[in-house]
């Protein structure tokens, strides 16, 4: 990475240029099987894919939904969530890692003003990385912010807080900070996105992600001291999120993504291990495991569980490539509440299913590859210990409550960041 004097651009890492859906999917499958050959190590160790995430810069494939209008490809959200499926089934550690930075690339697209988002997406087309610093420990709920911006001087601000689940923060460029303002003569109350630079003086970036799963994201914690921020570097949250635009449903198909990703790396796993390594059942009858008939319908049920799930997901990112005006409609009503209300439901739809296939296969991993697959050097049990930690994000029981009152009641789903 470049820096150069400020008020120029700061990261150049002479990023490809993709220009396509077939060259973005091509892209990361290539990056997908150089990532999976040590995904387990990566595991095991916790050694931060710092170099692979550097590939994934130097790609282009971060760069794949700036607006043509900042001269970026501009594709639809239904080929980032390809990228990110193909990239999950390798390592969906480095498949998360990008998943706020296109979250708030399209916050950048629905409602920054377009100072910042000439700077931000330039970079991005140069290789820069944004990630989220937006969860906190300390609130009732997630919604409680305690992070806050306030009033210095004329378009000036100072920055206070301290975030944890910061995805992604490890490896970035710029921070994208859920920040209050409390509201005064220079700024409306309400709750801002700030776009800070990762190594701007008060910021500190902490190590100290220690889960289950998912354990190379760099979501520990970003503490904010005194930093300066600008008018500039603002955008309103609320432009984006209250709003019928599809932010929430985007954010969540790129989650399904990764559940799926997952699913569809322990049964390739499983595939490769029952023909290499597994001994048959005694009682069976044959010389190898993949002639036990018992084992070849269990394989046949996982696959018809994974592919429903594939299929799910790729109608929400059609449903969602509709509203947001990527594949037109004939009604031509795809930026109508209506439209944006049906993909996210379709969205809701496939986290659920991906939820479930996700789990599942990740345990059921180890009863069709035997005893041996659970020895610890193998690192089998990352792919349940990864669906198990990325499915807790956000519930989805809540997910068929909005379901259920929209097949029963027709009522539409609220419109927020997570659905």
């Known amino acids: 990475m470049s820096i150069?004097?400020?008020?120029?651009?700061?990261?150049?890492?002479?990023?490809?240029?993709?220009?396509s859906a077939a060259q973005a999917r091509a892209a990361a499958v290539r990056l997908a099987e150089r990532f999976a050959?040590?995904?387990?190590?990566?595991?095991?160790?916790?050694?931060?894919?710092?170099?692979?995430?550097?590939?994934?810069?130097?790609?282009?494939?971060?760069?794949?939904?700036?607006?043509?209008s900042f001269g970026g490809p501009d594709l639809a959200p239904s080929v980032v969530a390809d990228v990110t499926r193909i990239t999950a089934a390798a390592d969906p550690n480095i498949a998360q890692i990008p998943h706020s930075h296109f979250v708030y690339l399209n916050l950048l697209r629905l409602a920054a003003p377009e100072e910042l988002a000439r700077r931000q997406f330039g970079e991005v087309l140069r290789g820069g990385r944004v990630a989220n610093a937006q969860s906190e420990k300390g609130g009732k709920t997630i919604a409680d912010i305690s992070?806050?911006?306030?009033?210095?001087?004329?378009?000036?601000?100072?920055l206070d807080g301290e975030k944890f689940y910061a995805t992604g923060s490890l490896f970035a460029d710029t921070l994208a900070v859920l920040a209050r303002h409390p509201g005064d003569d220079a700024l409306p109350a309400g709750e801002y996105i700030a776009f800070v630079p990762s190594d701007a003086p008060g910021v500190e970036l902490v190590d100290d992600w220690n889960a289950l799963g998912q354990r190379t994201t760099g979501s520990g914690t970003v503490r904010f001291v005194d930093v300066a921020v600008g008018r500039g570097d603002l955008v309103?949250?609320?432009?984006?999120?209250?709003?019928?635009?599809?932010?929430?449903?985007?954010?969540?198909?790129?989650?399904?993504?990764?559940?799926?990703?997952?699913?569809?790396?322990?049964?390739?796993?499983?595939?490769r291990f029952v023909n290499t390594s597994s001994r048959p059942w005694f009682e069976a009858g044959v010389d190898r495991a993949v002639d036990d008939e018992?084992?070849?319908?269990?394989?046949?049920?996982?696959?018809?569980?994974?592919?429903?799930?594939e299929a799910t997901l790729a109608a929400a990112g059609r449903a969602l490539d509709r509203a947001t005006g990527f594949l037109a409609d004939d009604s031509g009503t795809e930026d109508s509440l209506r439209t944006v209300a049906d993909a996210s439901i379709a969205v809701a739809a496939a986290k659920v299913v991906a939820d479930r296939v996700s789990n599942e296969l990740g345990s059921a991993l180890f009863e069709v590859s035997g005893t041996r697959s659970a020895a610890a050097v193998g690192g089998l049990d990352r792919f349940w210990r990864n669906a198990r930690t990325h499915t807790l994000?956000?519930?989805?029981?809540?997910?068929i409550q909005?379901?259920?009152?929209?097949?029963?009641?027709?009522?539409?789903p609220p419109i927020h960041g997570v659905i």
């Open 4 to 19: 150069t004097q400020a008020g120029t651009d700061r990261v150049d890492r002479g990023a490809a240029r993709l220009e």
């Open 37 to 68: 050959v040590g995904a387990a190590a990566r595991d095991l160790d916790r050694r931060l894919p710092y170099a692979e995430i550097d590939e994934l810069s130097t790609s282009g494939l971060l760069a794949i939904t700036v607006p043509a």
């Open 147 to 158: 992070t806050t911006l306030t009033t210095v001087g004329t378009d000036r601000f100072r």
């Open 236 to 271: 309103i949250r609320a432009d984006a999120v209250s709003r019928p635009t599809g932010y929430g449903a985007f954010a969540q198909l790129l989650h399904v993504a990764i559940d799926v990703g997952i699913a569809r790396g322990a049964l390739d796993e499983a595939v």
């Open 294 to 309: 018992l084992l070849v319908q269990r394989f046949g049920e996982l696959a018809v569980e994974l592919i429903t799930a």
């Open 393 to 399: 994000h956000d519930p989805v029981r809540w997910k």
């Open 402 to 412: 909005h379901i259920g009152r929209h097949v029963l009641r027709n009522e539409d």
